[in-house]
């Protein structure tokens, strides 16, 4: 997976999908939200810290609840295009985490980007599939 930083403030969240108004009123200030191709579920990110996962079939409660996901505000997610359980996120505390959601105690993965010297936020985080030429 790729994750890309930026030098600035983040943008203020004033505008919702209104896939996601129900849910909205359930939760903090959603920061991000992505939709599984795999299963009619969707995860949510929020200033609370937190990472739900909800059935859009059943949206009365969520599916996962995986609080605290991070230190500070969940600001992107990304379901795998590629395993239907996994779901990567990034946070305001300057790390990425790799999460099975059938198994959401903890992640599977944790890379801290502490290290970055100047002050940046998380702008995006894909996945990528590279294929190597053997010599």
Not at 11 to 24: H, L
Not at 84 to 103: C, P, R, T
């Amino acid at each position: 997976f790729f994750f890309q930083m930026i030098r600035r403030p983040p943008r203020s969240t004033q505008s919702r999908s209104s896939a996601a108004s129900d849910v909205y009123k359930r939760q903090e200030e959603i920061l991000s939200i992505d939709f599984n191709k795999y299963e009619p579920i969707i995860a949510t990110g929020s200033i609370d810290k937190s990472i739900k996962i909800w059935d859009l079939r059943n949206l009365s409660k969520p599916l996962r609840d995986i609080n605290p996901a991070h230190r500070y505000a969940v600001r992107r997610l990304k379901f795998s295009p590629h395993q239907q359980n996994i779901l990567l996120s990034g946070s305001y505390d300057m790390s990425v985490s790799l999460w099975d959601i059938a198994k959401p105690d903890s992640p599977l993965l944790n890379l801290s980007l502490i290290h970055i010297s100047e002050p940046t936020r998380l702008l995006s985080i894909s996945y990528a599939v590279f294929c190597l030429k053997k010599k």
